[in-house]
């Protein structure tokens, strides 16, 4: 989820580190408000069905093998560890 920046910029951003999955734009904080966002970066991995798996609030590598797999995992549908 992004917060007040423009479309351009967080696909610029999401261009540049690769990510495959989509990012929400909050342009007026409605969304950020339902979820307590109290600080950003503030990270959230949704399944498929819309369930929170897993966040993070402050800076994270999320592209590092580690959390990869940790990603992997926690979208397999029968939530076995690779």
């Known amino acids: 989820m ?10 610029d951003y999401m261009t540049k580190h690769k990510f495959s999955f989509s990012a929400l734009l909050d342009s007026d ?3 950020s408000g339902l979820y307590g966002i109290r600080g950003t970066p503030t990270r959230f991995l ?3 069905g819309g369930n929170v798996l897993a966040g993070s609030i402050g800076p994270r590598d999320w ?5 990869r797999k940790l990603i992997a995992t926690l979208l397999r549908p029968d939530g076995k560890r690779l």
């Open 29 to 31: 904080s409605s969304v």
């Open 46 to 48: 949704i399944d498929r």
């Open 2 to 11: 992004n917060i007040g920046e423009s479309a351009e910029k967080v696909r």
């Open 63 to 67: 592209a590092n093998e580690e959390a």
